[in-house]
């Protein structure tokens, strides 16, 4: 399989621990079919070419004297060769369209190409943002439904569609209180996190100025109560509170917490990156928040990580709204015809607009996506997605609590995603050991070492796309690992077996990643 000359033996085959009798046989990494694929530097040749040109006629060059002296240095491969490079690259990726995903926080579902479809229309596509409002109200009127639906389904009056991702709408949501504050007179300087947040959040607080303090959780995962009581105070702008929160549980004394945190003259942001639990069932304004992001890359579908960019529309409460950035859109009811709002208005919204985020009005492609995800469920249909999520993340919670430990199990149902610790893995065995034993599985791993109130975290969202066919196999890879883990299994400690790489250098490739190809002598050689 070795596409080097020579039979060198591939970095692969290099790695590979050749398999002997104490292997286990459930492993379904489909090695065989993998193919270490070199980079395109070390496959081509210069005397290849894709393509038979012409000699060059014998004529006076055009150029100038700008003709090329040196040789060109780019690989020459085949057609075949250059189809074939691209293609095995791309079966060495892990993507929702090849398995499940289990990243858990990270909500990795299914995108139903119909998304797509619509976010490639042309009239969607190939529109520039300043272009005359008149010759774009399909994408405006877009933007304005979605931020309709966004409003009802949070019943919270007011959104702002700009901020890009969610990190980027919570300080779209922080940089509102803290307007509203200073409105006020009343400028506070602490902003209290919960110890199992986002790590975006405590981030998010610190870079609008805050001071940030921690709130311990209770014995359930969940926020104590107690001690955010005690801690509420003058100086205290307000609180960030993950609700259903990182360790996959929902926050039940979310009004209690936000009533606390009103009479004592603060603000409640909620971190709305896991409202696909909830959406169609709890509506977060109800609830007494103030302001919430909401991932549409999580929540309602559309590629992200790698496959795409995100999109993080905050919704605010009557009493932020006045503050909420600039530009949103507009509907004129005479005539049907939407436009922008670039500056502040004399309505009760926006009139008092701390800025704006970016320099237009969002994510289109996002818009479009989450728009027609929305659109095709139905609000009877999200709510059967955030059904399903929670459905789907108890069974792999109970599946599994026979061989890992689910430190909150006790304490009822999880929400979208179950969470898993490392107590009793034999033989110094760890959590980073048993999540590359799943890749040889042919899983990606789940989320690993967050959150960090639980040892050895590990923490699992098959989402609401997979069926129960999907989530079984999981499981029972997962159930083979984890029990190898508590046998403590030597093996798992070189795991992946199977995979073209083995254990990276994390700390080099973070520290001193190498990110340019440098030409090998024996290539410029050959180029002479
Ligand atoms: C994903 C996530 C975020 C950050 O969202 P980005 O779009 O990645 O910036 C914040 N909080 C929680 C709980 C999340 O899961």
Redesign the pocket.
């Known amino acids: 399989m070795s596409m080097l000359a020579e039979g060198r033996p591939t970095k692969q085959e290099e790695n590979l621990i050749m398999p002997d009798n104490n292997l286990p046989t459930t492993h379904t990494g489909n090695r065989a079919l993998i193919v270490d694929e070199p980079l395109i530097f070390e496959i081509g040749s210069p005397a290849r070419s894709g393509v038979d040109l012409p000699d060059a006629p014998d004529v006076e060059s055009r150029l100038g004297g700008l003709d090329r002296s040196e040789p060109i240095s780019v690989p020459g491969l085949s057609e075949a060769e250059a189809v074939r490079h691209y293609t095995r690259l791309s079966r060495q990726n892990y993507a929702i369209d090849v398995g499940l995903f289990p990243l858990g ?3 990795m579902k299914h995108n139903p190409r119909l998304n797509e479809k619509m976010a490639r229309l042309k009239g969607f596509a190939d529109i520039h943002p300043l272009q005359p409002m008149e010759t774009v109200q399909g994408a405006l009127k877009t933007i304005y439904e979605l931020a309709d639906w966004l409003k009802k389904l949070t019943g919270m009056p007011a959104v702002a569609m700009s901020p890009k ?4 709408g ?1 300080l779209c949501g922080i940089l509102a209180i803290r307007s509203a504050l200073e409105a006020r007179g009343d400028a506070r300087e602490v902003i209290l996190v919960p110890e199992s947040a ?1 790590g ?2 405590p981030a998010t607080a610190a870079f609008a100025g805050y001071k940030v303090e921690d709130i311990p959780a209770n014995d359930a995962g969940r926020v104590d109560l107690d001690a955010l009581k005690a801690r509420l105070g003058p100086d205290v702008a307000g609180v960030m509170i ?1 609700n259903p929160n ?1 360790c996959g549980l929902f926050e039940p004394d979310m009004k209690a917490i936000s009533d606390a945190v009103h009479d004592a003259g603060g603000l409640v942001y909620c ?1 709305g ?2 409202f696909n639990a909830i959406v169609g069932r709890v509506r977060p304004g109800d609830l007494g928040v103030d302001a919430m992001h909401i ?1 549409l ?2 929540t309602f579908s559309t590629p ?1 990580g790698g496959g795409g960019p ?1 999109s ?1 529309p905050v919704v605010f409460s009557e009493a932020l709204a006045p503050y909420a950035p600039l530009p949103f859109v507009e509907k004129r009811e005479e005539d049907n015809h939407f436009y922008i709002v670039e500056e502040e208005t004399a309505e009760d919204h926006h009139n008092s607009s701390f800025g704006r985020m970016v320099a237009f009005h969002g994510q289109m492609g996002m818009f479009t996506r989450a728009l027609t995800y929305m659109l095709s469920h139905g609000a009877d249909g999200l709510k059967q997605v955030a059904e399903d999520a929670v459905l789907n993340a108890n069974y792999v919670l109970r599946s599994l609590e026979d061989v890992l430990d689910a430190p909150f199990g006790k304490s009822g149902p999880c929400m979208h995603e179950a969470l898993f610790s490392d107590d009793g893995f034999a033989n110094d065995l760890t959590t980073l050991d048993l999540a590359k034993g799943l890749i040889d599985e042919g899983y990606h791993p789940m989320t690993m070492y967050f959150p960090l109130v639980v040892h050895g975290a590990m923490l699992v969202e098959p989402t609401e796309t997979e069926s129960k066919a999907a989530v079984d196999q999981f499981i029972g890879a997962l159930r083979s690992v984890a029990k190898r883990a508590k046998a403590g299994d030597e093996l798992l400690k070189s795991a992946p077996h199977f995979a073209p790489r083995r254990r990276l250098d994390e700390t080099l490739a973070a520290r001193k990643p190498i990110l340019t190809w440098s030409e090998p002598e024996e290539f410029a050689e050959a180029a002479e």
């Open positions: 926080s990270c909500t991702a969610g990190a980027h919570e986002h975006t959040n993950t990182t971190d990156a896991n991932n890359h999580k992200h995100g993080g």
